[in-house]
């Protein structure tokens, strides 16, 4: 019998996919992993759909090449804009005992959890808000529930420039929230819906009463991703277990390892790639 010797792919935009990937990684520390950061061409959230789907299909495609099994879109845009297209039309073709999964489908399965007024809100990238995955989602779930949006544009700049601590960010959260709870009166539950947005979570702590809960995905990305492989018997037993993780950028090694440190808590070291 041959030796699993297929890894994890986490494919994101930047580097938000890293808080994703650091609570997958403590869920599930035995497999191998492999990060991929479209860094050169990030940021995602303002690119048009087909820009996006193109995207984030050649990284699919890399990180298949690079023998991952399994690829994860821990990025809320592509996932909003590209997952769907890319189950449905590439992989049967592409790769069809390969598979890929996003980040939104398990948060919008447990938010009916949380509430209790049946109002959510949910911040994300404008190509999320405008995607209305997330509506469209919690929908299918919860049809009970009223959902309000806030498309926070400057949240994810702000992160990968190392400004989420300054007084900068304050104005541009402190904005981006009023507007949002007064979309929602009775919002008790907001989920970030992008993966960039927990590194700003004591700031948002700032700005909304307490007593509404944060959604932050990593957690349940990670707790959704265990169900699956134990689902997915085929799947997981072609998964390594090396308790690796490697990192790639299409950017700035030097520059990735830098900022990639913030997210990850540790130093770590990443190779450029082209694809």
């Known amino acids: 019998m041959s ?20 609570e ?4 599930l520390p035995q497999y191998d992993y492999l990060y991929l950061g479209d860094n050169v061409r990030a940021p995602y959230g303002t690119r048009s759909f087909e820009t996006v789907y193109e995207y984030t299909l050649e990284c699919v495609k890399k990180l298949f090449e690079l023998d991952c099994e399994l690829v994860l879109l ?12 890319i189950q449905q039309k590439d992989l049967p073709t592409l790769a069809p005992n390969k598979r890929v ?19 959510v809100g949910v911040l994300g990238t404008s190509g999320t808000i405008s995607s209305n995955s997330y509506p469209i989602e919690i929908e299918k779930f919860y049809p009970q529930l009223t959902v309000v949006q806030e498309a926070c544009p400057m949240w ?13 960010a304050d104005y541009f959260i402190q904005k981006n929230l009023t507007s949002l709870l007064s979309k929602g009166k009775n919002i008790d539950t907001i989920i970030l819906g992008c993966t960039h947005y927990p590194l700003l979570i004591n700031k948002i702590k700032k ?4 007593g509404i809960k944060l959604i932050s995905q990593g957690e349940i990305v990670a707790t959704s991703l265990i169900d ?8 997981e037993q072609q998964l390594s277990k090396g308790k690796s993780i490697q990192y790639l950028t299409t950017d700035s090694s030097e520059n990735f390892d830098k900022a990639a440190s ?9 190779k450029h790639i082209d694809l």
């Open 207 to 210: 700005y909304i009463p307490d």
């Open 101 to 119: 999964l996003g980040v939104i489908r398990p948060t919008t399965e447990i938010v009916g959890n949380y509430t209790k007024t049946n109002v």
């Open 228 to 235: 699956y492989l134990n689902r997915h018997s085929e799947i």
């Open 24 to 27: 997958i990684v403590k869920q």
């Open 74 to 85: 821990a990025c809320n845009t592509a996932s909003a804009k590209a997952l769907r297209t």
């Open 156 to 168: 994810v700049p702000l992160v990968e420039n190392n400004e989420f601590e300054s007084e900068g």
């Open 262 to 270: 913030i997210f990850v808590g540790e130093k770590i070291h990443s």
């Open 3 to 22: 030796t699993p010797s297929k890894k994890i792919g986490v494919f994101d935009s930047g580097y938000g996919g890293l808080t994703v990937l650091k």
